[in-house]
């Protein structure tokens, strides 16, 4: 962070997985990108994820506005990628309050199936009460100064949301080996990409040391 931490600076996180199914396959050829599922917290620990997604993990075709658990059986051996972006503590009320509004009509939202061969094909299907995952994130970060998302969001891929200005990699790996207790609020923590992956690199090879004296 320049010139020392901001008191009224906030980090967002952007969290991008690859569960390996066949759908998030299929999606990958079109694009020909992984990692095509993104989901928005705003706490370094991940406790609190939101997306648009499968409300049943068995069944793709029965989605909306999820409240993911990242240790869940279906996203733990997800592989993924953590991107951090710095934004105002008045961005970081803005997007909180999007996201509940859309959480308090939970209801009477759908996952947006036929927006994403919209993407794919280049036509605008922009449908009432329907988003899909990387189209959610877009509506939340919307009016936002620090990030400037320039398409409109019905034809907003992952993969242009990892472009966007401000957003540094922070973690890429397996979900269950993220390092959620090295990810306190703690501003010292998150400083970029590298500082965060050698904090990971020793967490692991710790934990694998341990495991080896205990055997």
Request: glycine letters at 6%.
């Amino acid at each position: 962070m320049k010139g020392g931490t901001n008191l009224q600076e906030k980090t967002i996180y952007l969290l991008f997985t690859d569960t390996g199914t066949y759908l998030a396959k299929a999606i990958n050829f079109c694009t020909r990108q992984s990692l095509n599922h993104v989901s928005i917290s705003l706490d370094g620990e991940l406790n609190e994820v939101y997306s648009f997604g499968r409300k049943r993990p068995k069944n793709p075709f029965i989605g909306g506005f999820v409240k993911e658990d990242i240790t869940s059986e279906f996203l733990k051996n997800s592989h993924c990628a953590v991107y951090s972006c710095n934004i105002s503590a008045q961005e970081c009320e803005q997007i909180r309050e999007n996201i509940k509004e859309i959480e308090a009509k939970k209801d009477d939202y759908r996952y947006n199936f036929i927006g994403l061969f919209g993407v794919l094909l280049r036509i605008k299907i922009n449908r009432k009460n329907a988003l899909f995952c990387s189209q959610f994130v877009a509506n939340v970060l919307q009016g936002l100064q620090t990030i400037q998302v320039e398409k409109p969001s019905y034809f907003i891929k992952p993969g242009d949301l990892r472009t966007l200005e401000g957003m540094q990699l922070i973690y890429q790996g397996k979900l269950e080996h993220y390092p959620r207790h090295l990810m306190k609020q703690d501003k010292t923590l998150v400083t970029g990409t590298q500082t965060v992956q050698k904090q990971s690199f020793i967490f692991l090879l710790s934990s694998k040391v341990k495991r080896f004296v205990i055997r």
